[in-house]
């Protein structure tokens, strides 16, 4: 017999729990903060540009204790930024709205632990029916060499660490091609920041680049150095 309408029934009781949090949300959250809503209404002022995994696990305000209008957010498969030059959409127009027209102080870059992107760059196979997800990993692909070349002696859970970590300086390296991005860094008024978030444990690790490792977000040196270091073999997460 088909299970279609047990799935059936199960996708109207999902819809159902998001159409009651809309209800609760209006009778209780929206309330307390509807002075910051009327002013949100007339326009924006975020100071920071968040760009991070599509991954459902990821709450970029609940991960910063952040209120609505502080972050300007860019979500997608494996936190990527295509580099200048290779592909006109939607990443490239959100930073630059975010850097030129919003004029946004700093951009975090957050990996994020168990990603399933990194997985997909590392292993091709996981993805081959998957084109189009194949061809955005195409972006990733100087991580995955930077892995392959320099990483021989890890395996397992070391190895996509090291991955996630890469590619975050990797989409950071891509971020500095967008002519907006290499305007603002010019001026030395923008700050770019490579964070990677790990699920199981809520701890964020920050790239230091003054010694060109991941260290402890409690370690940080705020604002970053302006010449930075890239980290090889030397794993902190």
Same mark, same amino acid.
């Given at each position: 017999m088909s299970n279609g309408a047990p799935n059936s029934r199960r996708k109207v009781r999902i819809m159902q729990k998001l159409i009651q949090g809309i209800h609760n949300f209006r009778s209780q959250d929206f309330r307390p903060l509807q002075g910051l809503f009327e002013e949100l209404a007339k326009g924006q002022n975020p100071e920071t540009l968040f760009i991070t995994c599509s991954d459902s696990r990821i709450d970029p305000n609940l991960l910063t204790r952040s209120k609505p209008g502080d972050l300007f957010i860019l979500r997608n498969a494996g936190n990527i930024v295509p580099a200048h030059g290779t592909v006109s959409g939607g990443e490239a127009a959100t930073i630059e709205f975010a850097v030129s027209?919003? #004029?946004?102080?700093?951009?975090?870059?957050?990996?994020?632990?168990?990603?399933?992107?990194?997985? #997909?760059?590392? $292993?091709?196979? *996981?993805?081959?029916?998957?084109?189009?997800?194949?061809?955005?990993?195409?972006?990733?692909?100087?991580?995955?060499?930077?892995? $392959?070349?320099?990483?021989?002696? *890890?395996?397992?859970?070391? *190895?996509?660490?090291?991955?996630?970590?890469?590619?975050?300086? &990797?989409? *950071?390296?891509?971020? $500095?091609?967008?002519?907006? &991005?290499?305007?603002?860094?010019? /001026?030395?008024?923008?700050?770019?920041?490579?964070?990677?978030? $790990?699920?199981?444990?809520?701890? &964020?690790?920050?790239?230091?680049?003054?010694?060109?490792?991941?260290?402890?977000?409690?370690?940080?040196?705020?604002?970053?150095?302006?010449?930075?270091? /890239?980290r090889r073999t030397a794993m902190t997460i």
């Open positions: 027209a919003l #004029g946004v102080k700093d951009i975090i870059i957050c990996g994020h632990s168990h990603c399933g992107a990194m997985h #997909g760059l590392l $292993k091709p196979e *996981l993805v081959a029916s998957l084109p189009a997800v194949s061809s955005w990993l195409s972006h990733a692909e100087t991580a995955r060499r930077i892995v $392959k070349d320099n990483y021989g002696h *890890l395996d397992g859970d070391r *190895l996509v660490t090291a991955t996630i970590e890469e590619n975050v300086l &990797v989409q *950071l390296e891509n971020l $500095k091609t967008l002519p907006a &991005v290499a305007s603002r860094l010019v /001026r030395g008024d923008l700050h770019l920041h490579g964070w990677v978030y $790990k699920l199981e444990t809520g701890e &964020v690790f920050a790239f230091d680049s003054t010694t060109g490792q991941f260290v402890a977000i409690a370690e940080y040196q705020y604002p970053p150095s302006e010449t930075p270091i /890239r």
